[in-house]
């Protein structure tokens, strides 16, 4: 930008100096009698145009100076920032996305939940032969153990991305305090909020998982208990006759 604000001075100066130029031509010096006749008006006015002259050339020079100024200034706030974290911040996302989608036995799918607990959680399934009971519970057990795992395999991969969000969070807070325009600073500001998303995405999914195995062992606790509730039952139907109303009772 400074070479091109040279070079328009360097025409400004040579339109002055052709101004000059023309001015002094234009000044009447004619020989008369052998001699040079001098004209003090004329000349007085000629120097008065050049120094007019020049001042506009003056004027010229400087209106070109502050345009380049506020043209360097625009681009500047045009340019962009030189650093960019999206790419490591969706490397993070998809790395806790897929510790979600390696769930054990019940995936994050509604269908598939309901699926599973109407299999081994509730209605037939603690009502069945011994054999499918005792292979219901095994399953609910599975279910149980496979849930903590999951969710520690999440924790650890979120704490594993804390590392790459303070280097990233380094970067911007650098960008952002050296940023030259406004549109630096916007961006270094958006990369941030980025950053925020994504730190929330995995506390989202830390919750989701630790909530999914708690919410399972829950489950196959209240399995249990109906499992229980049922085997009594059964007892005290064969070996005494109560009827199925009073094994309630009974256990209560």
Known sequence: MKPNILRRAMLAGAIATSSMIGITAATPAYAQ???IVYDPTNYAQNVLTAARS??????????IQQQATSLINEARNLASLPFSSLQQLQQ????????????????????????VFNGRYK???????????????????????????DALRVQAGV??????????????VTSSQSATGALQAAQAGNQLLALQSQQLADLTALLAAQGRAQALD??????????????????????????????????D
């Open 159 to 172: 704490v594993g991305n804390i590392d790459g969000a303070r280097t990233t969070m380094d970067g911007l």
């Open 123 to 149: 209605g037939a399934a603690l009502t069945g032969t011994h054999a499918q009971m005792v292979a219901n519970a095994n399953a609910r057990w599975e279910d149980s153990v496979g849930a903590f795992e």
């Open 33 to 35: 009698f052998g001699g």
């Open 218 to 251: 829950s489950a196959r606790n209240a399995a249990v208990e109906a499992e229980s509730r049922e085997r009594l039952r059964r007892f005290l139907t064969r070996s005494t006759g109560y009827q199925p109303g009073n094994a309630r009772m009974f256990h």
């Open 92 to 115: 993070q996302v998809q790395r806790t996305q897929q510790l979600l989608g390696e769930a054990q036995r019940i995936a994050y799918d509604v269908q598939n939940v309901q699926q």
């Open 54 to 63: 020049l001042q506009q050339v003056n004027n010229q020079i400087q209106q």
